[in-house]
């Protein structure tokens, strides 16, 4: 029993530390693959400042989807978004008739607080999300076909986003490996030079290519006849080689003569053997 003095003073739990999550110089937490943050463009934990611009991503049909972003990471990893963005900043500046009209704005609110400077897209939703979530940091989450890869490249290209292209660039390398064709006909479908001929080059390496991929519909049919003119031209200069080293090997050859007692005729070996071979 308690006296009537005293009263029990309720037990204190200590409170567990939690350890603050693991960031990135950007602010964003470090992605893990399979976390189901790595396809959020920004995380509520990240503490990001409020989104300045609407990416509008506008379709071939009309439609449109937007997604919020922020102009210092869009500037920070394109100077063509830059100076499209200065150029919209710009616009939305108030003439002096508008400060005359309202010499004392009021404060704006929570809701007002939307950005209104939008920025569109002529690529599809898909493309702008991948990419700025590659802008935040999100080099876990990239595709991994030919098809989206080629889009993105493309895209990164044409913003000037070098960074972008050489994350996205060793996976691309991983999978054109894997099938040069495909490679070849979605990097000449997006006018991506440099890529196609590295994919016919490793096209060589395969047997044939006389197969149907549905990438081949846009294809270009000169594109594909100048992918099996090079397959030829190198087919016929590797025969030319084969056929002047097989001209260049006598019809006998004399071995080392530490090794002559091993073979008969004084350590003569006939060579016709290893020409029929090549």
Same mark, same amino acid.
Request: net charge positive; hydrophobic share 40%; proline share 9%.
């Given at each position: 029993?308690?006296?009537?003095?005293?009263?029990?003073?309720?037990?204190?739990?200590?409170?567990?530390?939690?350890?603050?999550?693991?960031?990135?110089?950007?602010?964003?937490?470090?992605?893990?693959?399979?976390?189901?943050?790595? &396809?959020?463009?920004?995380?509520?934990?990240?503490?990001?400042?409020?989104?300045?611009?609407?990416?509008?991503?506008?379709?071939?049909?009309?439609?449109?989807?937007?997604?919020?972003?922020?102009?210092?990471?869009? &500037?920070?990893?394109?100077?063509?978004?830059?100076?499209?963005?200065?150029?919209?900043?710009?616009?939305?500046?108030? +003439?002096?008739?508008?400060?005359?009209?309202?010499?004392?704005?009021?404060?704006?609110?929570?809701?007002?607080?939307?950005?209104?400077?939008?920025?569109?897209?002529?690529?599809?939703?898909?493309?702008?999300?991948?990419?700025?979530?590659?802008?935040?940091?999100?080099?876990?989450?990239?595709?991994?076909?030919?098809?989206?890869?080629?889009?993105?490249?493309?895209?990164?290209?044409?913003?000037?986003?070098?960074?972008?292209?050489?994350?996205?660039?060793?996976?691309?390398?991983?999978?054109?490996?894997?099938?040069?064709?495909?490679?070849?006909?979605?990097?000449?479908?997006?006018?991506?030079?440099?890529?196609?001929?590295?994919? %016919?080059?490793?096209?060589?390496?395969?047997?044939?290519?006389?197969?149907?991929?549905?990438?081949?519909?846009? +294809?270009?049919?000169?594109?594909?006849?100048?992918?099996?003119?090079?397959?030829?031209? &190198?087919?016929?200069?590797?025969?030319?080689?084969?056929?002047?080293?097989?001209?260049?090997?006598?019809?006998?050859?004399?071995?080392?003569?530490? &090794? %002559?007692?091993?073979?008969?005729?004084?350590?003569?070996?006939? +060579?016709?053997?290893?020409?029929?071979?090549?």
């Amino acid at each position: 029993s308690t006296s009537l003095g005293r009263s029990k003073r309720p037990r204190q739990h200590k409170s567990k530390k939690v350890a603050p999550p693991e960031t990135t110089i950007l602010g964003l937490p470090k992605l893990r693959p399979g976390s189901p943050t790595s &396809c959020a463009l920004f995380p509520p934990q990240a503490g990001f400042p409020a989104a300045d611009v609407l990416c509008r991503a506008i379709s071939p049909m009309g439609s449109h989807h937007v997604l919020p972003a922020h102009q210092a990471v869009l &500037c920070a990893h394109s100077p063509v978004l830059r100076d499209r963005l200065s150029v919209l900043r710009g616009a939305l500046k108030p +003439t002096p008739e508008d400060v005359v009209k309202t010499p004392h704005p009021e404060p704006a609110t929570s809701e007002d607080r939307q950005p209104n400077v939008v920025l569109d897209f002529d690529d599809g939703i898909d493309v702008v999300s991948a990419l700025l979530r590659v802008c935040y940091g999100g080099h876990v989450g990239l595709p991994s076909g030919l098809g989206m890869l080629g889009r993105l490249l493309s895209a990164a290209r044409k913003y000037d986003m070098s960074q972008i292209g050489h994350a996205i660039l060793p996976v691309w390398d991983t999978a054109a490996k894997k099938d040069p064709l495909e490679a070849y006909c979605v990097a000449t479908n997006h006018r991506l030079t440099d890529l196609a001929r590295a994919a %016919a080059k490793i096209s060589v390496r395969q047997p044939t290519v006389d197969v149907y991929l549905t990438v081949m519909e846009q +294809t270009p049919a000169l594109a594909y006849h100048r992918l099996l003119a090079y397959r030829d031209t &190198c087919f016929v200069a590797m025969q030319e080689r084969v056929m002047d080293a097989e001209t260049k090997i006598p019809e006998t050859t004399q071995i080392c003569i530490a &090794c %002559a007692n091993k073979y008969p005729q004084g350590g003569i070996v006939n +060579t016709s053997s290893m020409k029929s071979a090549l």
